[in-house]
């Protein structure tokens, strides 16, 4: 079972550069979610999608894009690389919101911002 | 703002101990309480989901409990093993929002 997949597992890039990371899930999942994580402050949102089209923000959304053109896809962008988004990121699903449905997460980009 | 806390941050144990991680949570107004871990360099696994209307939950060596009144979650693991040395993180789901809050999480490392 593939679950959530995501693609570059590690990422080295200079300032100002751009990329986009992707998330696939295969779960038929509604909501995704971007996350960072970063040592000593946890796993935070950045984004996140309720269903194909739809976008919205977390808690740390900018200098960071996303889209959702596709159920099974899940896009972050960084237009303008920074230092500071050097961090590791994790992509997540979950079928429903609410109290019975977990998140389900795919094992993360590395990414190094020089 | 709600606020999760693990302690402690770093545990270490002989195989065979039974142990608890502890996680509090500041909000009661939760969905859902997930338990993960995560090995070095790699990604979440879900372990336990509790959700706001159940007391505890059980996957084989582990359990998980839940006392939302007073904002405290443990994570029970019986008879640990060299294995179970990861990271354990523990997440709330807000009712008002739709993001996961997380703890900082839990290292344990289990000797042989």
Request: proline share 4%; aromatic share 10%; glycine share 10%.
């Amino acid at each position: 079972n593939a679950g959530v997949t995501q693609t570059p597992k590690f990422r080295v890039l200079k300032t100002g550069q751009s990329m986009t990371l992707l998330c696939a899930q295969d779960m038929n999942h509604e909501y995704m979610y971007w996350y960072r994580q970063d040592p000593g402050m946890g796993l935070r949102l950045i984004h996140y999608s309720v269903g194909e089209g739809t976008t919205a923000k977390g808690e740390v959304p900018d200098g960071y894009n996303v889209s959702r053109l596709k159920k099974q896809n899940f896009l972050l962008g960084l237009e303008s690389a920074a230092p500071s988004q050097t961090s590791v990121y994790f992509c997540a699903s979950s079928y429903r919101q609410g109290q019975f449905w977990p998140q389900h997460f795919g094992d993360g980009t590395r990414l190094s911002i020089l | 703002k709600q606020e999760v806390t693990q302690i402690p941050a770093a545990l270490s144990v002989p195989e065979g101990e039974n142990l608890v991680l502890n996680c509090s949570f500041t909000d009661s107004a939760i969905y859902n309480l997930q338990w993960f871990r995560q090995d070095p360099g790699k990604g979440l696994t879900s372990l336990l989901l509790i959700q706001s209307s159940q007391r505890e939950q059980t996957s084989g060596r582990l359990n998980a409990s839940l006392d939302k009144s007073s904002g405290r979650s443990t994570l029970y693991i019986a008879a640990s093993q060299p294995g179970d040395s990861a990271t354990y993180l523990c997440a709330v789901k807000r009712q008002a929002g739709t993001a996961l809050i997380f703890g900082k999480g839990t290292t344990l490392s289990v000797s042989s």
